[in-house]
């Protein structure tokens, strides 16, 4: 991570001694993803929910990490899952690529790790989909919330109320 920031303050601190042609060339060479995913990772980090870890197995490549989600209660509490994220290039107009890498029985994750959660799709009827204004930060948010008592309170008053 702090190779890739290094990289971006660097190509900063050059532009103003280069010509405007060379500095517009440094400016192509980092993506408009990579100077959001600077901010975004630092954001992340600091806010990271307690049950979550990311890992960056290579720190110049913010746009693929793992995440570790260890849920401390609810139906998966002691459990580890794994996911992997991939943020494509037209980010932030896209929503991140995330997959559940651990295999795993929930109702918003299929056998092969995809996830259903509303804030990762690109469209939505709802409007709760993907827009530019999210963050990293509200995917990890939004896949912890996959693991947390709230979800066993809901399951537990929905048998009450149609399952009884």
Known sequence: MLTLASKLKRDDGLRGSRT??????????????????????AELEAN??????????DPNKLHCFQLTVTPDEGYYQ???FQFETE???????????VK???RIWHP????????????LR????????WAPTRTLKDVVWGL??????DFRSKVDDYIKRYAR
């Open 144 to 149: 912890n919330s996959l693991f947390t008592e």
């Open 78 to 80: 002691g459990g580890k």
């Open 100 to 102: 559940c890498l651990t």
């Open 122 to 129: 690109e469209h939505s009827i709802d409007g709760t989909g």
């Open 48 to 57: 990271l929910p307690c049950t979550c870890k990311v890992h960056f197995p």
């Open 20 to 41: 405007p042609a060379a500095a517009s060339d440094s400016t192509r060479r980092v993506s408009v993803r990579d100077k959001l995913l600077v901010k975004e990772v």
């Open 87 to 97: 943020v494509p290039d037209a980010y932030n107009m896209v929503p991140p690529k």
């Open 108 to 119: 918003n994750i299929t056998e092969t790790g995809e996830i259903c959660l509303s804030l």
